[in-house]
Nanobody, 115 residues
């Protein structure tokens, strides 16, 4: 059984930065794709960024150049560095582990961008 625990959310002013972390239990972290999704109030959950087990990345157009996903396989942790935050980045951010037969979600961490 895999557990994903996000941390690092909070209130930040526009233009500020936050770093989210997602700590994973289990033995399949290094073999799995890890991603961050977000869901704003009244909207559907959307992909923010994903990193494959091999290190390739994909980002939503809305965050390219501002957000960076990274992973530390030794710590079984994935990170999302968020810079130049905008009010429209306000959402609950969810960590996801995916792959063949793998589909796990964290409970989410709230990011609020407001002055």
């Amino acid at each position: 059984q895999v557990q994903l625990v996000e941390s690092g959310g909070g209130l930040v002013q526009p233009g500020g930065s936050l770093r989210l972390s997602c700590a994973a239990s289990g033995r399949i972290f290094s073999a799995s794709a890890m991603g961050w999704y977000r869901q704003a109030p009244g909207k559907e959950r959307e992909l923010v960024a994903v990193m494959s087990s091999g290190g390739s990345t994909n980002y939503a157009d809305s965050v390219k150049g501002r957000f960076t996903i990274s992973r530390d396989n030794a710590k079984t942790t994935v990170y999302l560095q968020m810079n130049s935050l905008k009010p429209e980045d306000t959402a609950v951010y969810y960590c996801h582990m995916g792959g063949s037969g793998v589909d796990y979600w964290g409970k989410g961490t709230l990011v609020t961008v407001s002055s």
